[in-house]
């Protein structure tokens, strides 16, 4: 595997390299002779700077897998994309010019990298410094014939893929805590990923999801990245101790954490049954879930929520074929990233993923794909803000 990681980055890097020696070569199309030389004294300062920083980060310590510093890799990661997505079309566009006529202006060619990799970059950029602070709140209603009558009007409010340690600051959770109070909803769920991977992520947080909580009545699954299996352990003891911590922190938090169990809801004379259940996903993701074991002691004919982190569970295991009226799932984040057209949110998700985000139905199931409040890997959101969602529960009345 070490080998393998060895190969990956320095294949990396050797392109990292030819893309940045096309970027250069395209802007010096349109520098004056006077200048050049010292935007290439900078161009390499920059370049070899970005280069020993990954070499540092990613290759010379030997186990990434064991850091908790993500503030530090989450900054390198953005800083080494917006590098990544300004010089890309540059390379691309310096290539293209020698398809050109020697009398054709290349200088064009060149005017039209710069502009095209500001414009992208300048769009990333502001989803780093700004768009992974916003919060948005997506209301749906959802209309079931056998809503019990008491909960018709019913409010839930769905949270995801938190990541805590990925936070620099309580923003957005405090805007979600805001937002949460303002709803009022009869039920919060909360659908896995606390943390990136570690217990320490847990430290000061206490006070913000009180707030998020309050009075409500919250539930709680777990996600692919909270049991720890990210990291080389020394040893199982330390692994099982960081999973305890990690379980132990939602009922500190005000949350009810299900782990294959179900639960029943009350409103008047009614109720419904909450199921949770824990990861199942496509390999390489775990396939930790037991539906036999949450569904234990339920009848057939009850209204049932079921929360599962990974979308793909319901896609490959509950759509068509078990009898769940409604799914809520995360995991995706949507790669945080995505554009809306003429009202039709569309993400690179899609390409890699069927259910990526939203609402979705097949017969008389829904799934909902809650897009998160945390980021991975990369500190941004562009046009995919982080997300609360508010599904109200309406009963069709039949005559």
């Known amino acids: 595997m070490r080998s393998f990681q060895l190969l990956f980055w320095l294949g990396f890097i050797?392109?990292?390299?030819?893309i940045s020696l096309c970027a250069v070569q395209n802007i010096k199309r349109i520098l004056q002779p006077k200048h050049k030389q010292k935007f290439l004294v900078l161009f390499l300062v920059l370049a070899?700077?970005?280069?020993?920083?990954?070499?540092?980060?990613?290759?010379?310590?030997?186990?990434v897998r064991n850091s908790t510093n993500y503030i530090l890799y989450s900054i390198f990661n953005g800083i080494l994309f917006i590098d990544l997505i300004f010089k890309i079309p540059q390379s691309i566009l310096f290539l293209t010019g020698f398809l050109f006529p020697k009398g054709f202006k290349r200088q064009t060619i060149s005017w039209?990298?710069?502009?095209?990799?500001?414009?992208?970059?300048?769009?990333?950029?502001?989803?780093?410094?700004?768009?992974?602070?916003?919060?948005?709140?997506?209301?749906?209603?959802?209309e079931f014939k056998n809503l019990p009558e008491s909960f018709d009007g019913y409010k839930v409010v769905q949270i995801s893929d938190i990541h805590l340690g990925s936070f620099t600051s309580q923003q957005v959770l405090r805007k979600t805590q805001k937002q949460i109070q303002t709803l009022q909803p009869d039920l919060l769920l909360f659908t896995g990923d606390l943390v990136n991977n570690f217990s320490q992520e847990l430290k000061g947080w206490d006070s913000v999801f009180h707030g998020i909580n309050g009075n409500t009545n919250s539930f709680s699954i777990l996600g692919n990245h909270d049991y720890g299996d990210y990291s080389n352990w020394e040893n199982d003891t330390d692994r099982a101790n960081n999973f305890q911590s990690i379980?132990?922190?939602?009922?500190?938090?005000?949350?009810?954490?299900?782990?294959?169990?179900?639960?029943t809801l009350l409103a008047g004379s009614d109720s419904i049954y909450?199921?949770?259940?824990?990861?199942?996903?496509?390999?390489?993701?775990?396939?930790?879930?037991?539906?036999?074991?949450?569904?234990?002691?339920?009848?057939?004919?009850?209204?049932?929520?079921?929360?599962?982190?990974?979308?793909?569970?319901?896609?490959?295991?509950?759509?068509?074929?078990?009898?769940?009226e409604l799914s809520l799932s995360g995991h995706t984040h949507a790669l945080q990233w995505g554009v809306k057209t003429a009202g039709i949110p569309f993400s690179l998700s899609y390409f890699i993923r069927k259910n990526w985000g939203?609402?979705?139905?097949?017969?008389?199931?829904?799934?909902?794909?809650?897009?998160?409040?945390?980021?991975v890997g990369i500190p941004y959101r562009i046009d995919i803000p982080a997300e609360i969602t508010l599904i109200t529960l309406k009963r069709i009345k039949v005559d």
């Open 112 to 142: 039209i990298g710069i502009i095209i990799s500001g414009f992208v970059s300048s769009v990333l950029l502001y989803g780093i410094l700004f768009g992974k602070n916003e919060v948005a709140v997506q209301e749906i209603e959802l």
């Open 48 to 63: 070899c700077s970005i280069c020993g920083l990954m070499v540092l980060l990613y290759v010379w310590p030997g186990d």
């Open 14 to 18: 050797i392109f990292y390299v030819f």
């Open 358 to 375: 939203g609402l979705y139905k097949s017969n008389n199931s829904y799934l909902y794909v809650n897009t998160g409040l945390g980021t």
């Open 274 to 324: 909450l199921i949770g259940v824990e990861n199942w996903g496509h390999p390489p993701f775990p396939q930790y879930a037991n539906l036999k074991q949450a569904f234990s002691g339920i009848p057939d004919n009850s209204f049932k929520i079921l929360m599962t982190h990974d979308p793909a569970h319901w896609e490959s295991q509950i759509k068509d074929k078990e009898n769940i």
């Open 247 to 263: 379980t132990e922190a939602h009922k500190k938090f005000g949350f009810q954490l299900l782990r294959n169990q179900n639960i």
